[in-house]
């Protein structure tokens, strides 16, 4: 039952991780892709914030782990490229290789960290998520070749 629980909180993290993208990348337009990131950044720091604090867990005194030092970094550096990109991608395409990106990279961490060596399960995944991708770029050049005629 917890595993159903943990897919569903799974999906639905990719359902608000897409539409902030889509919002992100609306205020990237208007105001640019770094100060996008920087209020995304702001805005879910003070929200975190008042969370802690309210389950008080909020710790003053502790030093953080190298580990959040780098997952900082490349969290805004994640917001603030998906800013940029989205906008001038399209939500679908940015998405699409946002998700082979973080596929890829699942699977060479896993084999590096954990020594399981992609199997032939994993591999069909990955190689599934770049067909949808050529697949989704061919079907849009078609529809821009229509238009031009």
Partial sequence: MTVILYVVLAFLNGAVIGSSRAINGRL???IGPF???LWNHVV???LLTVILAALGQWEFGSSP???AYLGGFFGALFVA???FVF???GAMNAALMVISGQMISAVLIDWQSKGMTPNGLRCLGVVIVLLGIYLSRLSQSHREKEKVQ
């Fill in 28 to 30: 990237s337009a208007t």
């Fill in 35 to 37: 100060r996008a990131s």
């Fill in 44 to 46: 879910g720091f003070l």
């Fill in 65 to 67: 782990p190298l580990a």
């Fill in 81 to 83: 490229v998906s800013s």
């Fill in 87 to 89: 906008p001038r991608l």
